[in-house]
């Protein structure tokens, strides 16, 4: 009979939940949801981030192959454009930069539209831009007669310079956190100044893959646990050792 009654028992602690299961598992899974909203937040940022240093690099490059043009056909003041194998004609500088999209080349003293068409001519295809706040999502701008500035509405504060005397493509400190660009005046190519494409792309996160690697496993370990109470761990011990 007492035998009878302790199955009873036993049989009678597997039904149903507690209420201390119940909001522990609510909270695990409260915990979960506020890190994967965090993660995927990190994701978004870092997605921006790629984006703005893969168009300041195809930038960069369109720059380089322009001037490498200009030396093509002469390397002299009287060069004022060159053609590019898609149609599109480049109005260079007297030191053979990118300027303009005019044939007859740049004076030495840029304004927002003429770094709205460096911008068109050099990138295929080209993202939207405009010379006016919220008018595309990339905006143009002057800092210095010599510069046409780049920055993106979905990354504030962030933009890359392109400074037209000396061909050097640049990005602001905030963009640039995770890799070293080139040095000052580093030549490697056929003299032309040129920042590391990839400077500023994020590392990739070691411990991204194990952080979110069990989400969803967890409540049910956690309720697991929770359900296997010590005085069942009494039980099964003291069955095993009966069985001996």
């Known amino acids: 009979m007492r035998r009878s009654v302790i199955q009873r028992g036993a049989s009678s602690e597997t039904n149903g939940f507690t209420l201390l299961e119940v909001v522990a598992v ?22 921006h981030a790629n984006a703005f240093e893969s168009t300041r690099g195809a930038f960069s490059a369109g720059v380089a192959l322009v001037h490498a043009g200009w030396i093509a056909n002469g390397a002299a003041v009287d060069v004022d454009a060159v053609a590019l194998e898609d149609g599109a ?24 539209t003429e770094c709205v068409e460096v911008w068109a001519a050099l990138l295929r295809p080209a993202p939207a831009i405009a010379s ?13 007669p010599t510069t046409c500035r780049y920055a993106h509405a979905e990354t504030p504060g962030i933009h890359f310079d392109y ?11 905030r963009a640039t956190p995770s890799r070293a660009a080139s040095p000052a005046g580093a030549t490697p190519i ?19 893959a194990e952080a979110c690697g069990l989400v969803g496993i967890e409540p049910l370990l956690a309720l697991a646990l929770v359900r296997l109470r ?3 761990f009494l ?3 003291a069955v095993g050792s009966s069985g001996r």
């Open 89 to 112: 004609t480049v109005g260079v500088n007297d030191a053979g930069w990118p300027e303009n999209a005019q044939p007859t080349g740049g004076d030495g003293v840029v304004t927002t």
């Open 230 to 232: 010590p005085r069942r």
């Open 26 to 47: 609510i909270a695990i899974i409260a915990m979960l949801g506020a890190i994967a909203l965090l993660r995927a937040g990190d994701l978004a940022t870092s997605a």
């Open 235 to 237: 039980r099964l011990f």
């Open 132 to 144: 006016t706040v919220g008018g595309a999502p990339w905006l143009a701008s002057v800092p210095d």
């Open 163 to 173: 400074v037209t005397t000396t061909g050097r493509v640049s990005a602001s400190a």
């Open 190 to 208: 056929a003299g032309i100044p040129l920042d590391d494409p990839l400077a500023g792309v994020p590392a990739e996160d070691p411990t991204g």
